[in-house]
């Protein structure tokens, strides 16, 4: 992994948080190579509101169950000494048994761009504010996007606090 074993995800779920189930998982290190990345089938939910992910259950219904690469995600997590994410969904996966040891610092970049706590706390919001472009169709974007624009973001703070600091 380069850049200090860092590591960028996004995981999209299906909801109500009771019975959320990840029906996609993207990781990628600081210099965007693909790590892992796969759409998931379920288990209990059938059914969700996919114009909040971009994901119709029925294109998961041949997708494998994410326990079939739990190993392989959590060796990927081992590695990573930093884990950077868009409001972090650390219960979803430990609810799949995957853990993030307590060593590994976490940076939610909602964190740092959150203003008032609300609907406008988006991933959507944030790219445009760092002219990372998304797609605009919701149903287009990949998990390799929004990692991406959160790796593009998490940069360009980055360059933002340095000039800050001068």
Not at 45 to 68: F, H, Q, R
Not at 88 to 110: C, E, F, H, M, V
Not at 130 to 153: K, V
Request: hydrophobic share 35%; glycine share 4%.
């Amino acid at each position: 992994m380069a850049d200090n074993k860092t590591l960028i995800y996004w995981l999209d779920a299906t909801g109500p948080e009771d019975f959320d189930e990840i029906v996609r998982l993207t990781l990628i290190d600081a210099g965007n190579k693909v790590l892992f990345n796969s759409t998931f089938s379920t288990k209990l939910v059938d059914w969700w509101y996919s114009d909040l992910n971009g994901i119709k259950p029925e294109d998961t219904y041949k997708a494998p169950l994410l326990e079939n690469y739990k190993d392989k995600i959590q060796s990927i997590f081992n590695k990573a000494s930093k884990i950077i994410t868009f409001n972090p969904t650390i219960n979803y996966l430990k609810r799949q048994g995957i853990t993030i040891s307590p060593n590994t610092a976490i940076l939610d970049l909602a964190d740092y761009f959150r203003v008032l706590g609300d609907e406008n706390d988006t991933i959507d919001n944030l790219c445009t504010y760092y002219g990372y472009s998304l797609p605009d169709n919701i149903y287009q974007r990949t998990g390799l996007d929004y990692t991406q624009a959160i790796n593009f973001c998490w940069h360009e703070m980055k360059e933002y606090q340095k000039a800050q600091e001068k």
